[in-house]
């Protein structure tokens, strides 16, 4: 793993940037996306610039269950405001949260996923260590799958809600095995309270308990962190 520390968030956002610019450059193609708040500096820098994904593809790594592409909780909703809006691309993908046939949904997204090998993939981290919605003990050799969310999940992302109460109890989430197959990744993590997540997933035990920690086997990662994330790191990046 490629492991940059920087100052904050906005200089992560500056870094993340650099490389997105230069998988552009290398003739990337396909950009799997996240939401959450993470990348959302990247995603500012991104706007900000030239950069054109107008001949690009994205493909989202998860979506709530049961909400509307155009409520304003939907992950396709931020990606709309905080990227699309402003940076066009050929075409987008994210899984439906209204699919009536949720099995029929999975297999869908697992098509599209095949059908466009992703280039470059951005993650956030769980502070439980999770990515995408692959929580702890998730099976590492999964696609596409219909997560039950965890309390650890749900209280983080009620932030995002107005209470608790109306944080959807379960997602879609591209799998652990989808994620390792994209031919680069980009972990950003940001604030203390994701420190013990960033320390397993660099220094502990390559275990299905922290999903990130998965990572480790993967031979092209760049890790962008603050100095709050790396607090508890015992190497010096
Ligand atoms: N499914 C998302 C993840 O993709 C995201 O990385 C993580 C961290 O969120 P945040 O970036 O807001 O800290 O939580 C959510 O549950």
């Known amino acids: 793993m490629k492991v940059i520390v920087v100052k904050d968030q906005a200089a992560g956002g500056k870094e993340g940037f650099k490389v997105f610019k230069n998988a552009l450059d290398n003739g990337a193609k396909v950009f799997g996306l996240a939401t959450g708040s993470t990348p959302v500096t990247t995603y500012k820098e991104i706007v ?16 709530y269950v049961g909400i509307a592409p155009d409520n304003d909780q939907s992950y396709k909703y931020f990606m709309q405001t905080h990227l699309f809006n402003d940076k ?33 993939q951005i993650l956030g981290i769980g502070r ?52 390792m197959k994209s031919k680069h990744l980009l972990l950003e993590a940001f604030g203390e309270n994701k420190a ?27 890790v962008i962190i603050d100095e709050a994330a790396a607090s508890k790191l015992s190497k010096k990046y």
């Open 196 to 222: 013990d997540a960033v320390k397993g997933m660099i220094e502990g035990p390559d275990t299905p308990e922290l999903p990130a920690s998965i990572l480790q086997n993967h031979p092209d990662v760049t």
């Open 48 to 63: 900000n610039s030239d950069l054109d994904f107008s001949d690009c593809t994205s493909v989202n790594l998860d979506e």
């Open 88 to 120: 066009p691309f050929k075409e987008s993908f994210l899984p439906n949260g209204l699919a009536s046939d949720p099995e029929a949904e999975v297999k869908r997204y697992d098509k599209v996923i095949d059908e466009h090998p992703i280039d470059l």
């Open 128 to 179: 439980n260590g999770h990515i995408g919605f692959n929580e702890p003990g998730t099976p590492r050799d999964i696609t596409t799958h219909v997560v039950d969310l965890t309390e650890s999940t749900i209280e983080a992302n009620a932030r995002f809600f107005a209470s608790e109460n109306d944080v959807p109890k379960q997602a879609f989430s591209m799998g652990l095995a989808s994620i």
